[in-house]
């Protein structure tokens, strides 16, 4: 099963040139900027910075679409409830239910808000490889236990999934529906037997990287050299970002 967030890193593009760590650090700052933000009329801006990003980056919409559609279930379950459930003032009524203005503005707010920053994190790891990146998060001192753990988990949360599709095969082919509650033993042995098999495969992917050398302190930051460019990419965000604090502020 071949990792899909990679899928347009060899891109070439402004942003897949901009050096790792300060993109990193840049990208992490515009996002916790647009997290700060509560004036409806700051969020045309902050959507529209968001597709500036996204189109300076070059990445398909397909790309923006895909990785949107499975949080967004989350999104539309908030958009169901939230105009019904929350509010003072009413906006209007659908027979026995009350659409609150409240509601409203928050339901906008909170889509607004969701929009911007998974585009932005769909740009930073889609225009940098996950190694690559890694490497930029060790040089800016992420210690290094959780730097391994987080490259083991992504490479092998696909292994797993590639496994349970097989195993999933397997099952249809000898006869195996799941449509009743006798079904449920079946797959609490599925479930069992991927564990098993994942055990056994990192307890094997562990010994052979102690054999070749694990455990020795790595240094990445002579792998990445600041250009001005990449200082100006640097200063031109956080100034942007600063701006959204401030005219926040302002507004409030």
Same mark, same amino acid.
């Given at each position: 099963m071949k990792p899909r967030l990679d899928e347009y890193t060899d891109l070439d593009s402004p942003l897949h040139r901009w050096e790792p760590r300060a993109k990193l650090v840049s990208l992490m700052v515009l996002?916790?900027?647009?997290?700060?933000?509560?004036d409806l009329r700051l969020l045309p801006v902050m959507l529209a910075a968001s597709g500036f990003l996204y189109f300076v980056s @070059? =990445? %398909?919409?397909?790309?923006?679409?895909?990785?949107? @559609? =499975? %949080?967004g279930f989350f999104l539309l379950v908030v958009a169901v409830l939230l105009p019904l459930c929350s509010g003072t003032t009413v906006l209007f009524e659908i027979g026995p239910l009350t659409v609150w203005k409240e509601g409203c503005l928050d339901l906008l707010l909170i889509g607004a808000k969701f929009v911007s920053i998974l585009t932005a994190g769909i740009v930073l790891f889609g225009t940098t490889p996950l190694l690559?990146?890694?490497?930029?998060?060790?040089?800016?001192?992420?210690p290094a236990i959780l730097a391994e753990m987080t490259l083991l988990s992504y490479r092998y949360l696909y292994e797993i999934g590639g496994d349970l599709r097989c195993l999933e095969r397997a099952m249809r082919l000898r006869g195996f529906r799941g449509r009743s509650l006798g079904s449920?033993?079946?797959?609490?042995?599925l479930s069992g037997t991927i564990l098993v098999r994942s055990y056994e495969q990192a307890e094997g992917v562990y010994k052979a990287m102690v054999l070749r050398g694990y455990g020795q302190e790595a240094s990445f930051r002579e792998e990445f050299?600041?250009?001005?460019?990449?200082?100006?990419?640097l200063l031109a965000v956080f100034l942007a970002a600063a701006g959204f604090v401030a005219a926040e502020i302002c507004l409030q």
């Open positions: 996002i916790f900027a647009f997290s700060f933000l509560r @070059r =990445l %398909p919409l397909s790309f923006l679409l895909s990785r949107l @559609r =499975l %949080p690559t990146a890694v490497k930029a998060m060790r040089a800016l001192g992420l449920l033993s079946t797959l609490a042995s050299q600041v250009r001005p460019q990449d200082l100006a990419g």
